[in-house]
C-alpha cells in the first residue's frame, strides 16, 4: 500500500555520511527552523508534499530528469508521523521524468532528541546486508536504515537491552590515559569496533555488569552519546566515528542477573576475549576567586564538578547560587535554572547561533559581536527567520554584541561581561565567573529575589524570564524544565 510522504532534498549541506560534521540542535524547533527555513549553511531544491513512495529499502523515485537533482547531497523526509534524516550518495537516470536517489538514513539527526531525551520507546533488530542494490530488501515502513533491514521487532524493557555502537577504528571511548584499553571481540569484522552496553532506558543510565570477575558501575548515557557523537563537555565539537547504534536483546553473550545487596549485576558468562572501556572524563578545572558581593553571601564562588551532562550542570549551578545567595529555595533556584535550560542547556560555553557558525569560542571570547563573527549585522540576522530587535543588540561601541553565556547576555550587558572577564583575568566561559557578574550586575536585584523566592517553580520561572531575561519567550518550556529540575535541585541541596 503507497501512503503519502513529504519529502525534501538539499544540496550544499554541511553533514557527510563519516559523521565528521554534526550540528547539536538544542531543540527539536531549531532543527525544524533549520532544514525548512532559508538560511546560508543549506539549499532546499525539491519539496513535495504529496510524495508517493515505493517500498524498496534505501531508494526513492522522484519527477524530473537525473540533472536536476546531480547537486543533491542530502535528505528529509516525514513517514507515518515520523521525520527522518539521510545522506544521499547517488542519484540514477531513470528516464526523461524520473530519478531514483539512493540514501542511507543520518542517525544523528534522525535521533538525537531521542538520544538526549532517553526516550527510545521501540527496538529494531538489524542485519546488515551487501552494500549492492539487488541485496535491498523491502522495509517494514517503505522508507528505513539504507544498507539494514528489520529483521524483529519488539517492546524495550522485556530481558536486558544492550546498546550496540559500531564505531570505526580510531575511536577512543575515553580520555582519562594516553593508551586507552578498547573493548572489541574476536570473530567480529576487524574494519569496525564493536561496544556493547547493558542498559535501563527507563532510568537513563547503563545497567552495573561484571566481567572477568570485576564490578562495573553504571553510568548515564548522556555522557556517553555526547561522547559518540563528538559533544565535548564545554559545548565544543569533535570529530564523529560513529557508524551506528541500535539496541538488541541478543548480542551472542550469554549473561545472568546478580543481585548483592541492593545492586543488581548484569554478569558476563561466555568466555570472550574483549575488555571494557571507560566512558569520558571528569573535569578536574579549578576556578580562582575574585570579587565581592552585597547580598549578605560570599561573593567568592570556586565550585568545581564535571559538566559534562546537563543533570551535572544544574548540581553546579544549585552549588554556586546556594553560596551567593545563602537564602536561595529549591523553587527560586529551578525558576532560574528552567530560564537557562530553555537559552542555554544550562551551559556557560554558549554564544548566540553556535550551531550556525561553526562554534567560534575563540573569536566569541574575544569580542562577541555580529561584526567579529559574521562581518556584519545583516549577516547575523539573516541567520534568523523572524525579525530581531536591533536595538537590543547595540553596545556602547555601536556594534552589535549578541547573546553569550548560560543567561545569554545581550547587548550592553553581554558588553559588560566581557569586560567583567577581563578585570577578573578569567576566561568568559567560566561558570563561576558569569553568576559572580549576575550578582553585581544591573539585574542583580532580581536574581537574588527570585532565587530566594518561596513561590513556586513555575512562578518563579516567569518571574525571571519576564524581570531578569526581559523577554516573553518560550514560557511553557521554561516553566516545564524549572519544574522537571526541582527535586534534582532539591536532592543537591539536601546534601548541604
Known amino acids: 500500500m503507497q501512503e503519502s510522504t513529504k519529502i525534501w532534498l538539499y544540496a550544499k549541506s554541511p553533514f557527510k555520511n563519516d559523521y565528521a560534521n554534526v550540528i547539536n540542535f538544542e531543540t527539536k524547533e531549531a532543527m525544524e527552523d533549520f532544514f525548512t527555513k532559508k538560511n546560508p549553511h543549506i539549499e532546499i531544491v525539491y519539496e513535495y508534499d504529496k510524495f508517493q513512495y515505493t517500498q524498496r529499502n534505501g531508494s526513492i523515485v522522484v519527477s524530473g530528469r537525473v540533472e536536476k537533482y546531480e547537486n543533491v547531497t542530502y535528505m528529509r523526509f516525514i513517514n507515518n508521523g515520523r521525520t527522518y534524516y539521510a545522506f544521499v550518495f547517488d542519484v540514477l537516470y531513470i528516464n526523461e521524468d524520473a530519478t ?279 549577516a547575523f540576522a539573516s541567520l534568523y527567520s523572524i525579525s530581531l530587535n536591533e536595538a537590543g543588540y547595540r553596545g556602547s561601541d555601536g556594534n552589535h554584541w549578541i547573546g553569550i553565556g548560560i543567561g545569554q547576555w545581550t547587548g550592553p550587558r553581554a558588553e559588560e561581561l566581557l569586560n567583567f572577564a577581563h578585570a577578573q583575568g578569567k576566561s568568559l566561559w567560566d561558570f563561576n565567573l558569569q553568576f559572580q557578574f549576575m550578582n553585581q550586575e544591573s539585574r542583580a536585584d532580581t536574581f537574588r529575589r527570585v532565587a530566594s523566592s518561596t513561590a513556586s517553580a513555575s512562578a518563579n520561572a516567569s518571574d525571571f524570564m519576564n524581570n531578569w531575561e526581559g523577554v516573553a519567550y518560550k514560557e511553557g518550556e521554561r516553566i516545564a524544565q524549572a519544574e522537571a529540575w526541582l527535586s534534582t535541585i532539591q536532592d543537591e541541596l539536601q546534601k548541604g
Open 100 to 378: 531514483r536517489i539512493i540514501y542511507e538514513v543520518d542517525v544523528w539527526n534522525t535521533y538525537q532528541h531521542e538520544l538526549k531525551a532517553l526516550n527510545v520507546i521501540g527496538q529494531v533488530e538489524q542485519q546488515t546486508l551487501p552494500n549492492e542494490l539487488w541485496a535491498l530488501k523491502d522495509s517494514q515502513q517503505g522508507f528505513s536504515v539504507g544498507t539494514k533491514y528489520a529483521t524483529r521487532a519488539g517492546e524495550v524493557g522485556i530481558d536486558t537491552e544492550w546498546l550496540v555502537v559500531v564505531a570505526k577504528p580510531t575511536i577512543k571511548m575515553t580520555t582519562k590515559a594516553n593508551r586507552p584499553v578498547n573493548m572489541s571481540y574476536s570473530g567480529m569484522q576487524k574494519t569496525f569496533k564493536y561496544f556493547f552496553i547493558p542498559v535501563n532506558l527507563k532510568s537513563g543510565a547503563s545497567k552495573p555488569f561484571i566481567f572477568q570477575g570485576k564490578k562495573y558501575d553504571s553510568f548515564y548515557l548522556e555522557n556517553l552519546y555526547k561522547h559518540l557523537f563528538g559533544l565535548n563537555q564545554d559545548g565544543s565539537s569533535t570529530v564523529n566515528q560513529i557508524v551506528n547504534m541500535y539496541l538488541s536483546r541478543d548480542i551472542g553473550v550469554k549473561y545472568k542477573e546478580t543481585t548483592e545487596g541492593d545492586k543488581t549485576y548484569i554478569e558476563i558468562l561466555s568466555n570472550i576475549t574483549g575488555s571494557v572501556a571507560e566512558i569520558g572524563r571528569k573535569n578536574s578545572r579549578n576556578y580562582r576567586t575574585s570579587g565581592s558581593s552585597s547580598s549578605g553571601g560570599s561573593g567568592n564562588t570556586n565550585e568545581e564538578g564535571d559538566t559534562s551532562t546537563e543533570e551535572n550542570r544544574v548540581r553546579l549551578v544549585t552549588r554556586i547560587i546556594k553560596k551567593l545567595v545563602p537564602d536561595a529555595t529549591a523553587e527560586g533556584i529551578a525558576g532560574i535554572i528552567g530560564n537557562f535550560s530553555a537559552e542555554s542547556n544550562v551551559t556557560a560555553k554558549k554564544y548566540e547561533a553556535d550551531y550556525a557558525t561553526g562554534y567560534e569560542y575563540e573569536k566569541m571570547e574575544a569580542e562577541p559581536t555580529a561584526e567579529n563573527l559574521m562581518g556584519s549585522w545583516g
